[in-house]
């Protein structure tokens, strides 16, 4: 099983809004990640977590928050976006981070930022 | 700077026939190498993958091959099914080198069409 789930899978927000998307694997990966894919573009690394500590941050902006409460859960709140922030938002995990590993990724949350 | 290259946006093919996605790298640092694929507003699913102690790793249609010396690798899907239809991304990380670390370097992707 390499299942990675997101919800909700459609998201519509406004610019004062606050909201989170979550992200949950069972595989017992310790490495979790989040991506940004714009249209017709390959996907963005935003944030790498490895044993529940963030160990990559790609100078994301603050109004993108993650949070790793347990090694399963991965969740990015969001908070004050801009409409230019809409975009596919995937999750991704894999065994460890570095070395010769695999990530898999869930099936997107898409963010309309209006 | 481009660190991973597909240079072909797109690739039209007919069933039954072979489709070759080619992908070309700089970073001679980086040693295992992915290929996904992607529908729309979907997330990429991962296909197969070599490793850069080796030139051929092959699963069922899927044969990726790997050429370091000329920084190239392939997937070759034989026969090619409309259900292959989607965008490929080839992927790249440098492992323990360097600070990547195992993050990802992705190409811009190329749509294949596979027609009946």
């Known amino acids: 099983d390499t299942e990675v789930t997101q919800t909700p899978k459609h998201l519509v927000m406004g610019m004062t809004n606050k909201k989170s998307l979550k992200c949950e694997q069972h595989?017992?990966?310790?490495?979790m990640y989040w991506y940004k894919q714009k249209a017709k573009k390959p996907p963005e690394l935003m944030f790498v977590?490895?044993?529940?500590?963030?160990?990559i941050n790609e100078s994301v902006p603050s109004r993108f928050s993650p949070e790793c409460p347990n090694s399963s859960l991965l969740n990015l709140h969001l908070h004050a976006l801009q409409p230019e922030d809409s975009a596919l938002y995937l999750c991704?995990?894999?065994?460890?981070?570095?070395?010769?590993?695999?990530?898999?990724f869930g099936p997107g949350t898409r963010l309309l930022v209006l | 700077d481009q660190q991973v290259k597909q240079n072909s946006p797109s690739l039209s093919v007919q069933e039954g026939r072979i489709s070759i996605l080619n992908c070309d790298y700089t970073n001679s640092m980086f040693d295992y190498f992915l290929w996904y694929k992607k529908y729309p507003a979907e997330g990429p699913t991962f296909l197969i993958s070599i490793s850069s102690i080796k030139d051929k790793n092959e699963d069922g249609r899927f044969t990726v091959f790997l050429n370091k010396s000329a920084k190239h690798l392939s997937l070759h899907i034989v026969p090619s099914q409309p259900g292959d239809s989607a965008v490929y991304f080839c992927a790249a990380s440098a492992g323990w080198y360097g600070g990547s670390q195992g993050n990802l370097i992705f190409g811009k992707g190329t749509k294949l069409s596979v027609k009946p």
């Open positions: 991704a995990s894999s065994q460890s981070f570095g070395g010769v590993v695999t990530q898999y």
């Open positions: 595989m017992g990966h310790r490495a």
């Open positions: 977590y490895s044993y529940e500590k963030l160990s």
